[in-house]
């Protein structure tokens, strides 16, 4: 015993200056490496959010034209009788021609005009269209109105196509040049917010191709995973942790979900084009498809995230509710449930964020396929917002570039939208304490 | 009633038998935890378990609502009978059961949500109630039986997690209360708490005794002695001793309870 004593006793500890200082400088390390390592992420997102807005932003904006169109009674409504589809029927190619000759007198020749009309889009007939389907007043008067130029004219009033070039090398040559600088002189030439671009689905044009139809379509499908996903993946992570007897079988159903996960997404895709497509026939390229998929590749992680929370449940609470004679169903359902909650709502979110970037297991069910429509349902052929920046990063169009970076924008909007509902799902579900 | 005053034998005698175990014997897995345990609980009582950590005193209480049963691989045998039934007969559910014997746990465990519904989830679930008014009534009964009723009455609907230690075992004595059981088991509901809530939990049980069974299992000796009529000790899983607690403590039959109640032993 006092030998013992003697030996600690003569073992001071070294409180010395230098060995404290030691110590103080392995922290202050430690902190340093932890700030370079976060300046060093903060800086790469920097770097990439900025470069995708630099690319992106011109996106949301459109250069436009001013005409005069003459909106003739003759032409568009000959009766007066402003019924809609006669409205529609009218021949406003022509009229909308005739307000481009019009801005170009001197332009005359076969060859020549159809050049001239080449300087704007070729929705421009539709526009006009519309305008007069939005306002019948305009029927008979003679009108400045703002039209959408073709893609190429945008990328060269934006500054992306370089004059110095010769003609043969250009997009656009010499007498187009000069039409626009003519235009832009009279004040003709603006860059307008792009409404196209948020209204339309794909098109071949780049001036006519929009966003909202990916927009949609990768909305209807989250919300046929999450429909799926949610109740399926909630139940399933309730029965394997508070059910489920522990034996060999639910090991190995446990040892498959963790593996599930890891499994790469594309083997989903082929999955789900053998089971929809295949054998049960269900429509291509369909958001429902899509969802399904999306479903099966999200539905592990989200039963181990649900696990994860309903263990973190303190088993006192657990305790407290039997004890005063809940059932076991009870005990889970108005006690254990809602406390997990929150775990269960950041591990849906998580698995619907992967879900809404995934690209490779709807190219193998045919969301990849050219649709020019938005998307009414959710059988209806669509495409997702990834797999719509994969086409247009395909696409050899110098306007497509721009709207690339716009559509990675929208994502990345998108999935600020889908946390922000999660934060205050969460917040909400927290608030019992 | 004064707590150092020590019950008279008559007393004990004559209050009924409420229940009554068997050769209990508990089993974790292949683990013997506790072995052949015969013991009777008399109505208007407190029986203290007293005896070294891990003898099995939590594990036998748990025996008496059936708490056991929740965990894997723990299986139990010989006979629990209350009121003349065996609770470990197959017609026994043991969720009807927990609310007849009632339960205290040794971390006060509040449910994370109002004081109000904290008391009100027992009865809400076993539809003691009809109406708003009513639950008020079980809710305001039970807080005031349990002391809690003066400290709280203004702020119901606030968190019963916000409320102090002690505070928060009342409550959860409260919860226990408000679906009218008939036993209260109690696993060292003062080992979390200061002296002063402890005196006040101590003071509530031998309230409490008039109108309920109640076992309390305890680390301290003193508590022992304050709160309890009768002590059972046990030891490595054996129920060793048992009796009138002024006897176990001033006069024990076997060498260990004299090891343990002296302070040689635990
Ligand atoms: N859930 C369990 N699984 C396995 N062994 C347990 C479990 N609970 C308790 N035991 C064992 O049973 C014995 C008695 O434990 P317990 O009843 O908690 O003792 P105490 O008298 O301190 O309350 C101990 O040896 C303990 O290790
Ligand atoms: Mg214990």
Request: glycine letters at 8%; a negative charge; proline letters at 5%.
């Amino acid at each position: 015993m006092t030998d013992a004593a003697a030996l600690l006793a003569s073992k001071r500890p070294d409180l010395s200056r230098a060995r404290i200082n030691r110590r103080y400088a392995a922290e202050k390390r430690f902190r340093l490496y932890g700030l370079i390592a976060i300046g060093a992420a903060m800086l790469m997102l920097a770097i990439l959010l900025s470069t995708i807005v630099a690319k992106g932003y011109s996106a949301f904006l459109q250069t436009h034209i001013a005409l005069d169109v003459t909106f003739d009674q003759s032409v568009i409504d000959p009766e007066g009788t402003r019924n809609p589809q006669t409205l529609a029927r009218a021949d406003y190619r022509g009229i909308s021609r005739e307000a481009v000759r019009d801005t170009f007198p001197e332009v005359t020749g076969r060859r020549d005009t159809r050049n001239l009309y080449k300087l704007f889009s070729t929705d421009l007939e539709f526009e006009v269209m519309r305008m007069v389907l939005a306002d019948p007043a305009l029927i008979g008067t003679t009108k400045r109105v703002w039209v959408k130029s073709a893609a190429d004219i945008d990328m060269l009033s934006k500054g992306y196509i370089n004059r110095d070039l010769p003609q043969a090398d250009r997009r656009v040559n010499d007498q187009a040049l000069g039409w626009y600088d003519k235009l832009d002189a009279e004040g003709r030439v603006s860059r307008l917010f792009n409404t196209t671009f948020f209204t339309t689905a794909d098109s071949r044009e780049p001036e006519q191709a929009g966003i909202l139809g990916a927009l949609v379509g990768s909305a209807l499908t989250l919300l046929v995973t999450l429909v799926i996903v949610f109740p399926v993946g909630v139940s399933a992570a309730v029965y394997l942790e508070e059910f489920a007897p522990k034996n060999k079988w639910t090991d190995l159903i446990e040892v498959n979900i963790n593996n599930l996960a890891a499994v790469p997404s594309i083997v989903f895709g082929l999955l789900g084009l053998a089971v929809f497509l295949n054998f049960f026939g269900l429509p291509r390229s369909a958001p429902l498809v899509g969802g399904l998929v999306l479903a099966l590749m999200t539905l592990p992680t989200i039963i181990i995230a649900g696990r994860s929370a309903l263990k973190a449940v303190p088993p006192s609470i657990r305790e407290a509710a039997l004890g005063v004679g809940a059932s076991h169903m009870q005990t889970v359902t108005h006690h254990v449930l809602p406390l997990a909650m929150p775990g269960m709502l950041t591990g849906t979110i998580i698995g619907m964020a992967q879900a809404l970037g995934e690209t490779a297991p709807l190219l193998m069910i045919g969301m990849v396929a050219f649709i020019v429509d938005i998307p009414g349902s959710i059988t209806d052929a669509a495409t997702v917002l990834p797999v719509q920046i994969y086409l247009w990063a395909d696409a050899p169009e110098r306007a497509f570039v721009e709207r690339t970076s716009a559509a990675i924008l929208v994502l990345l909007a998108f999935l600020i939208a889908m946390n922000l509902a999660a934060i205050l799902l969460r917040k909400k579900f927290e608030r019992r304490w | 009633m004064s707590l150092d005053q020590p019950v008279n034998d008559s007393e004990i005698m004559e209050t009924e038998i409420k229940v009554s175990a068997r050769g209990v014997g508990v089993f974790y897995g292949e683990a013997n935890a506790l072995r052949d345990v015969d013991i009777d609980f008399r109505q208007h009582q407190v029986t203290s378990l007293i005896g070294p950590s891990g003898c099995g005193k939590s594990t036998f209480l748990r025996c008496l609502n059936r708490m056991n049963d929740t965990v894997d691989g723990c299986r139990v045998v010989g006979s629990i009978v209350l009121d003349g039934q065996n609770i470990y007969s197959k017609d026994v559910d043991p969720v009807e059961l927990r609310a007849r014997v009632g339960m205290v746990f040794q971390k006060p465990n509040p449910f994370p949500k109002s004081i109000y519904d904290n008391i009100g989830y027992g009865p809400r679930i076993h539809g003691m109630a009809t109406n708003k008014t009513e639950m008020d009534e079980i809710v305001e009964s039970s807080l005031k039986l349990a002391g809690l009723w003066d400290e709280v009455k203004d702020r119901l609907d606030e968190p019963g997690t916000g409320l102090s230690g002690g505070q928060q075992q009342r409550l959860c004595i409260a919860r226990a209360i408000a679906v009218a059981p008939e036993v209260i088991l109690m696993d060292e509901p003062c080992s979390a708490l200061d002296p002063i809530a402890t005196a006040k939990i101590e003071e509530l049980i031998d309230e409490l005794r008039q109108n309920y069974t109640i076992v309390i299992v305890t680390h301290s000796m003193q508590q022992a002695a304050r709160v309890s009529q009768r002590t059972a000790f046990f030891h490595l899983g054996n129920l060793v001793e048992q009796g009138d607690t002024e006897q176990i403590f001033t006069n024990p039959v076997d060498d260990r309870t004299q090891s343990y109640i002296t302070g040689r032993i635990g």
